[in-house]
């Protein structure tokens, strides 16, 4: 089985993101770039079918700019067999993003596609379920447990209601919630190895995808502050001021 | 002018408050008319409850035992020939809006606005990125249909008091068989829940076990409150993964949110930036969730909350 993995490089979570003063954007210069958690937690879930035995083949791809290469190689350091790198400079959006990968799949005709949730620059929640539904095929999002047998799989999804399983027909695209797996930390070797791994690289205008990029972003403003509020020193002050605020 | 479809969350024969909630959102932007489409085995008194939220001109039912689940594949066709004729399809940004409504817009060959917070215009919006570190302004083309998933703690449930009539719609879209519902395990909880409960107590890493955070529920139970998490403590195995709030859980908006033994992180802020009152309880007093808490109170949890759930009587 062939497994094909979205990869994508986001502001790492740990960085406090700054709106630009003018509104234009978020700084994005100089801040620490890694692989969206989520698309770790799938790449991790695609290895392990692999040691399992279940799949053969991990590829790996990613829809960014030319210097995306670094960040590939990181999914290949990690156990990836195979890397494809789509290269544009634009930023697109998540039916571009679906109609670029549903490309990938027509290409490389993968048994399942593992996606991230969301990608926690933009939140979008879309790339996923748009390819499925693109690819005419079975979804699972927000897999916190995958169980394949044969040309089925079984997938407890994260719901608000709690945990729901569903059974799905292969192929299918799953995404990945965070409890689904921890992935593995990279070691050394694996990384001199990933130099030598295939990395292909393809120019997002060779695909023929018709861009679905209607959505246009007029600003950016920092979140409402919350103003800093009291400190209490007892349980007792605390209750009194709740019941002055109607709260209790 | 406007025509909205409002897709409507249901679980066990009962109305999510989610769906008057997109009903208020599409008031705040003027809609000439708000119908709501209710998919489902037995639809009518799911419905009922639709047709009684004020501002709401019909509601159109699909009754179809592939209803009784709601799986994505199968709704998403009925919702794409439903939608015929209305300039929205709106759906709440809860896991049940965010699995179906990429799916209705990639079927459309439109994009999909997520995560409304505020309207500016029938298609002008304001959303958050990053985990709510900044927030923008989306342009959606007034030329296609636009699909939006309602952020839900950022609009109040439309009121009761409407009447609006009922009709049931043949849909002939072919439905896949590819995705077969199993089962669902609900926390079984009589408290109330999460998302739309008016106060909250969250326990975090600080609580140390799934035995202790009964001190938690105690407290919770003496308020009236829902209980959520944050993620340390779901991962933890203290609580069950529907109690999480945060960025990728649950993100709510109580009148009175208490976080105990949480330290802030920004991920888990993102869920409760909308809250009335945030009350921290914490024994670090640098923790971050001392910045944005409305009221701090440093001291060692398993002294404070008992003292804290007795004073309340
Ligand atoms: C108006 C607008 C302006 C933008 N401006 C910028 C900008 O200035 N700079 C910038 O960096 N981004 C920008 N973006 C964001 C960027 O184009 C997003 O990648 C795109 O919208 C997809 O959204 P998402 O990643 O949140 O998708 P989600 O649906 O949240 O992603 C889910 C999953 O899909 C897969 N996936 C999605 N995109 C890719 C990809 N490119 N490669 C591989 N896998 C992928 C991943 O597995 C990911 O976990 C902008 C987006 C919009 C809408
Ligand atoms: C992609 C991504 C998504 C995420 N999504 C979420 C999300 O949706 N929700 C979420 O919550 N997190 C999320 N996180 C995780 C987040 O970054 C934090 O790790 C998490 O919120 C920490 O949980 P915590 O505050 O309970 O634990 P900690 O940070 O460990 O804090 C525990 C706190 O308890 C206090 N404490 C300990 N003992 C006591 C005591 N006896 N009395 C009083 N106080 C005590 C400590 O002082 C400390 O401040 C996400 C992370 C990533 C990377």
Redo the contacts with the bound molecule.
């Keep these: 089985m062939k497994i094909l993995v979205?990869?994508?490089r986001v502001v790492d979570y740990n960085v406090r993101i700054q709106v630009k003063p003018d509104g234009s954007?978020v700084v994005?210069e100089g801040v620490k770039l890694s692989a969206?958690p989520?698309?770790e937690i799938?790449l991790e879930e695609a290895l392990r079918l692999r040691e399992k035995g279940i799949a053969t083949d991990v590829v790996v791809?990613?829809?960014?700019p030319a210097d995306c290469q670094a960040h590939l190689r990181n999914g290949l350091a990690m156990g990836a067999n195979r890397a494809i790198h789509v290269v544009t400079s634009e930023?697109?959006?998540?039916l571009t993003?679906a109609r670029t990968?549903l490309k990938l799949i027509e290409k490389e005709q993968p048994d399942l596609v593992i996606?991230?949730?969301?990608?926690i620059?933009?939140?979008?929640?879309?790339?996923?379920q748009m390819l499925a539904a693109l690819w005419n095929r079975p979804q699972a999002t927000f897999a916190s447990k995958v169980e394949i047998s044969g040309s089925t799989a079984k997938v407890t999804r994260e719901v608000d209601a709690g945990l729901e399983t569903i059974e799905i027909d292969l192929p299918a695209v799953i995404?990945t919630d965070l409890r689904l797996n921890e992935p593995r930390f990279t070691k050394l070797p694996d990384i001199m190895k990933a130099k030598s791994k295939p990395l292909e690289s393809i120019p997002l205008e060779s695909l023929g995808v018709e861009s679905g990029d209607s959505?246009?972003?007029t600003a950016y403003a920092a979140p409402p502050k919350r103003s800093k509020g009291v400190m209490v020193k007892d349980v007792a002050e605390l209750v009194a001021l709740l019941k002055t605020k109607g709260l209790v | 002018m406007s025509k909205v479809l409002i897709v409507a969350e249901h679980l066990n024969g009962k109305l999510n408050s989610s769906t008057a909630r997109c009903v208020t959102c599409a008031k705040a932007f003027h809609a000439e008319s708000i119908d709501i489409l209710v998919l489902a085995d037995a639809p009518d008194a799911i419905a009922a409850e639709a047709a009684a939220i004020a501002g709401v001109g019909k509601v159109l039912t699909v009754a179809n035992t592939a209803n009784a689940h709601a799986l994505a594949a199968v709704y998403a066709p009925q919702v794409v020939a439903a939608a015929a004729g209305y300039s929205h399809v709106l759906a709440p940004s809860t896991t049940f809006g965010k699995d179906l409504a990429p799916r209705v817009a990639a079927l459309l060959g439109v994009a999909q606005v997520s995560d409304i917070a505020e309207v500016l215009g029938a298609h002008s919006f304001k959303r958050p990125i990053y985990a709510g570190n900044a927030i923008i302004t989306?342009e959606a083309p007034a030329t296609a249909t636009l699909i939006g998933t309602v952020r839900t703690a950022s609009f109040a449930a439309a009121e009761a008091g409407g009447s609006a009539a009922v009709e049931a719609l043949s849909i002939s879209a072919e439905l896949p068989t590819h995705t077969r519902f199993v089962e669902l395990q609900q926390g079984k909880s009589d408290r109330p829940d999460l998302q739309s409960a008016g106060r909250v107590v969250s326990g975090g890493r600080g609580v140390g076990s799934a035995e202790n955070f009964s001190v938690i529920y105690k407290l919770a139970d003496k308020l009236g409150a829902a209980v959520g998490a944050s993620r340390a403590a779901v991962d933890a195995g203290y609580v069950p993964s529907d109690m999480q709030v945060g960025q990728t859980g649950k993100i709510i908006s109580p009148e009175l949110y208490l976080a105990i033994g949480i330290s802030g992180a920004i991920q888990h802020l993102t869920g409760i930036k909308d809250a009335g009152t945030i009350v921290a309880i914490n024994k670090d007093g640098e923790a971050p969730i001392f910045e944005i808490a409305d009221i701090g109170l440093v001291g060692d949890l398993f002294t404070l909350v008992p003292q804290l759930e007795a004073a309340l009587g």
């Excluded at chain 1, 791809?61 to 960014?64: E, V």
């Excluded at chain 1, 930023?91 to 998540?94: D, E, K, Y």
């Design positions: 979205g990869y994508k954007g994005t969206n989520f698309d799938a791809a990613t829809i960014g930023a697109i959006q998540p993003a990968l996606l991230g949730k969301q990608a620059d933009d939140d979008c929640n879309q790339t996923g995404t959505l246009k972003t | 989306v």
